[in-house]
């Protein structure tokens, strides 16, 4: 297994949670990396990306302002820092590699990952 997210939970509505994406030294530091998520009955969704170096993000307009994606590079690990979470946040969150990054600006499309992880559960609660 290259990426493996762990750090899921119960956590109740307008809480906090990190995510943490943990990668082999071949999968992770010269990519750009993604955070997904999928919700019961629910199509995949994207959540947000970071640029290998760190220096980029982008997210779904669902986030903006409530998630945040990091990295450390020394540690071959990604995060997903969420907030405010609401019960629209219930789902199960993936990490995955983005294929090149010549695709940064098609991130929002899952055929352009060619990794991904084990996902973690995320669920809110009323």
């Known amino acids: 297994v290259q990426l493996q997210a762990f750090g899921g939970g119960l956590v109740q509505a307008g809480g906090s949670l990190r995510l943490s994406c943990a990668a082999s030294?071949?999968?992770?530091?010269?990519?750009?990396m993604g955070w997904w998520r999928q919700a019961p009955g629910k199509e995949r969704e994207f959540v947000g990306i970071i640029s290998s170096s760190g220096d980029r993000t982008t997210y779904v307009d669902s986030v903006k302002g409530r998630f945040t994606v990091s990295r450390d590079n020394a540690k071959n690990t990604v995060y997903l820092q969420m907030s405010s979470l609401n019960t629209e946040d219930t789902a199960i969150y993936y990490c995955?590699?983005?294929?090149?990054?010549?695709?940064?600006?098609?991130?929002?499309?899952?055929?352009?990952?060619?990794?991904w992880g084990r996902g973690t559960q995320v669920t809110v609660s009323s």
């Open positions: 030294l071949r999968t992770s530091t010269a990519y750009d």
């Open positions: 995955a590699r983005l294929r090149d990054g010549r695709y940064w600006y098609r991130a929002g499309r899952a055929s352009v990952y060619d990794e």
